[in-house]
């Protein structure tokens, strides 16, 4: 066996791993219960942006954008979108309200 093979690899970090890799690197303080800053910090972050990336505006307004490309028809379908979940919302809170 040569001198190459012979070394030990070490496992491949995969993007989820390189963060929490490179989080405990950095370190920092503890809050109240012993958790890392840091990494609560990152899982906020990572948490915060992931949200956003699969919000149902940002897709919708992307595949509007992308089958049509008009800023008008990006805004229509948002203030639909937008509509679509308060519509609702009057329409249960007038008939559950009870009335004299």
Do not use: C, E
């Not at 699969?54 to 379908?77: C, N, Q, R, W, Y």
């Not at 009057?90 to 009870?98: G, L, N």
């Amino acid at each position: 066996m040569s001198p190459a093979n012979s070394r030990k690899r070490s496992p491949a970090l995969g993007p989820p791993a390189l963060v929490l890799a490179v989080i405990g690197a950095i370190g920092g303080g503890a809050d109240a219960w012993g958790a890392p800053i840091t990494f609560n910090s990152a899982a906020g972050i990572l948490f915060q942006g992931g949200a956003a990336a699969v919000d149902s505006s940002t897709i919708i307004a992307t595949l509007v954008h992308g089958l049509t490309g008009s800023p008008f028809a990006v805004g229509a379908a948002t203030a639909i979108l937008r509509y679509g979940w308060l519509f609702s919302q009057i329409f249960v809170a007038y008939v559950k309200i009870p009335t004299d």
